[in-house]
């Protein structure tokens, strides 16, 4: 962990907006960077202490008034160093009706010493980040080595940092991908990273059809909740590694629930309490979980590189933590962002009306 | 309630620091903002819908490494408009350790409409004017009426904004005031706006023999948990009321559990599961409380100015909500605080690497 708290004491904020995150990826490279997140989570989540490190499940406010959304907010704990607070919206009408983003989220980091908000961040290119870096980490742990074949079913901006952070722990020697949308799959070769190998794009029906070649599966689709599954596995080969990064509210799942019951396949929850309320593990009990992201990362293995695997990515807020600390940590010395003070050490801290005279 | 919302769909944030606070009170006047508060409180609160108004329970992490301190948040949404999320941080060695105020928090507003973050503002001040001005609409409710001779334990910063915000209410002819610290006793007169009668410093012993003259009573302490009461009540006048601002934690409480506890002691909760956990009331069962703050600002309550009454007054998210917007709808007039885009509507919301190219 980057110590984000140390020269703190100063109570400025360090705000990092779009045009800082772009600034920070074009200086040290996105693949650089992206590498570096991997690293970052594969060490940080391997080592996790639940006396080191402390999260609260998220929480928020869900309402149908002015329409359909939600604000939640995703806090987690570096004991002795810093709290991080990811407050997301979630507005599905957004871009229709406003071309806003139906993601918007922002990450605020408190140094623990002193209660100070050190930085608040942009945080919805971060979830993105994260969220494909997370993947990869599970990917890189369970899944078949070497070159792998590669499904992506929903090809929104998701599936962007999912097929560019797995291509930066398999090579990706085939890619086929499917969306409700045609153009949006279509559209997904232009905003991939070049290197890349150029997708192939099927109907679902013909992605069905193409599962038995697969090694490796991401499903990344902002399905209705009870509109699910999204894919038929029955012809799943056997090492099938499954990133699920979709499901993140109840009823809100991308999987056929059959597969995800069957005992012979290791579902690696993100965060235990989490993927049994909102996951693909809401239809489990705690008994039928797979080891959990942290004990993957812990120790070797490889003997489930073999067998069919899910990752459910629900999110972890200590993710947020990870990938939001290590951009304050470049932007800092690269001299990114803006520095404000919202408060200021008083002379008399008992004078409340101290800066009217 | 003022709308914050409505011009929102920029993705801009305003942030207010203490500068652009202190700018603000002193274009509109330190009395006029406080009567406005007591006004908008009082209007507000007494029309309290749980349907309308929703909150959660104040939560966050508390903590002894690297010493003794919490942040905790405090979220409320005015449905259909607004979501407000204060984080406080409270560590009690920032002044001797740091020459840092003890809490330190900011308030963030959320446009419901487009999860955007529409405003961030320091909030240590807002906490001192929203805890007064809610002192003061209950003490206007069911304190007696005319002059008043007003009791203080605890001089620090919140009884300044007590003080001030009750003296909007009823006429103070007499202060008298005490402190474990001689010396913040002796500085409040200092600290007071100048209408405001000179305060009479006492020793704890000498005010508990004043008592019997007090028609309202504040206590703003920070006692230690476990280490109250800070007063003796046995000759408390039967008319007497106290606005309780100090116990916000469980076994925090400053006055006599026996006073409490008297069934002829009318308690005023302003968050009843807040005040049972971590109030004077947390002596109480539910059904031990009286009206709570939004029914006593509901109707006329004017029997209860001559019993004793007992503001339990642990901080309602709600208050923090109103007085945030007050001030950005000041501010946005007068084009004090900062704007800042930390989010920008994309061209094409599917392409997350957009700002790289």
Redesign the interface.
Known sequence: MSDVSSSS?D?STL?????D??AV??NVG?DFFLDELIRQLAFDIGRFDPTAI?H?IR???N?D???H?L?E?M?T?V??DV?S?K?????PQ??VE???????A?T?L?D??????VA???A??LT??RTGAASAVITQAVAKEGPITLGVVG???QA??QIHAISRVRKIERLIVTDVDQS?AE?LAG?L?EAIVAPEVTTHTEFDEVIADLDVLVTATSVEPGHGPVVTLDHAPEHLHINAIGADFPGKTELPESYVRNPDVVVIPDVIEQCLAEGEAQHLNASELGPDMAEILERDWHALRSQQTIFDSTGWSYEDLIVASLFVAHAVPLELG?V???????T??????E??R
Chains 1, 2 share one sequence.
Not at 87 to 91: D, L
Not at 348 to 353: A, E, G, R, T
Request: charged share 15%; aromatic share 8%.
């Open positions: 004491q109570l705000l990092l907006d779009v045009d995150l772009a990826l074009e996105v402390e609260k929480t928020g406010f309402y008034t002015p329409e959304g604000i907010w806090p704990m004991v002795g709290v607070v407050t997301v919206g979630y507005h957004n871009p406003r071309g806003l983003p139906s993601v918007l922002t605020s408190y623990t010493n002193t209660g100070g908000l608040l961040t942009e919805t290119l993105a980040l090809c929104g901006a962007v940092t949006t559209s905003r990273p803006t404000v003070e919202l408060q200021r050490a008083p008399d801290p008992h004078d409340p009306y800066t009217l």
